[in-house]
């Protein structure tokens, strides 16, 4: 199985902020990773996909960069509404897996 | 409007079965992959496994292979999670989610189906 780990697991931040999460890879997956977007007691919902594609409807202050190995999640002037837990997720093979999380709090 | 609709919270002792639903609509239910993913209580996400409608074809993660039935009817646009006899550890957060044309990144989530196990 294909690893990813997240860092920072925590992550303290301001509105205004531009904040960055990075997600590496237990070997290369090109670009099939996507970022997901989860508040507390709600479904994940969908930022980004084939690493820096952003999802119809998601603000543009949402990007995303990287391949093979290594991927970063960038917000650039943090909302109030942003402050969530994010996920990455390889595409590149199955079984599929998930990061283990950054909670961002203010 | 797209979506998936699921099925509600259930309570369960362990040895029992259960079998979860999934409803999909404003979409051909049939030309999307459906996946399950796993989220226990304060932890993250777990992929379990993944069906295509149309002609159910399923793959599982390693991880569930083997402890859970992934399933689904076309003919009323359902995708199923069941279980034949529940433990204490079944207990989570269950989602369905659609899986984009495109890759296997999951656009459109269930809101999720609350399984606790206790005796």
């Known amino acids: 199985d294909i690893q990813l780990t997240q860092s920072p697991s925590f992550l303290s931040a301001s509105v205004g902020d531009r904040v960055t999460i990075t997600c590496r890879a237990s070997q290369g997956i090109s670009s099939y990773l996507a970022w997901y977007q989860q508040k507390p007691g709600k479904a994940p919902k969908l930022l980004i996909y084939a690493a820096s594609t952003l999802q119809s409807g998601v603000p543009s202050r949402f990007g995303g960069s990287g391949s093979g190995t290594e991927f970063t999640l960038t917000i650039s002037s943090l909302q109030p509404e942003d402050f969530a837990t994010y996920y990455c997720?390889?595409?590149?093979?199955?079984?599929?897996?998930f990061g283990q999380g950054t909670r961002l709090e203010i | 409007e797209v979506q998936l609709v699921q099925s509600g919270a259930e309570v369960k002792k362990p040895g029992e079965s259960l079998k979860i639903s999934c409803k999909g609509s404003g979409y051909t239910f049939t030309s999307y992959w459906i996946a399950w993913v796993c989220q226990m209580p304060g932890k993250g996400l777990e992929w379990m496994g993944i069906i295509y409608p149309g002609d159910s074809d399923t793959r599982y993660s390693p991880s569930f292979q083997g402890q859970v039935t992934i399933s689904a009817d076309k003919s009323i646009s359902t995708a199923y999670l069941q279980w034949s006899s529940l433990r204490a550890s079944d207990s989570a957060m269950y989602y369905c989610?659609?899986?984009?044309?495109?890759?296997?990144?999951?656009?459109?989530w269930g809101q999720g189906t609350e399984v606790t196990v206790f005796s």
């Open positions: 997720q390889q595409l590149n093979s199955y079984p599929i897996t």
């Open positions: 989610a659609r899986r984009k044309v495109t890759d296997d990144s999951l656009d459109i």
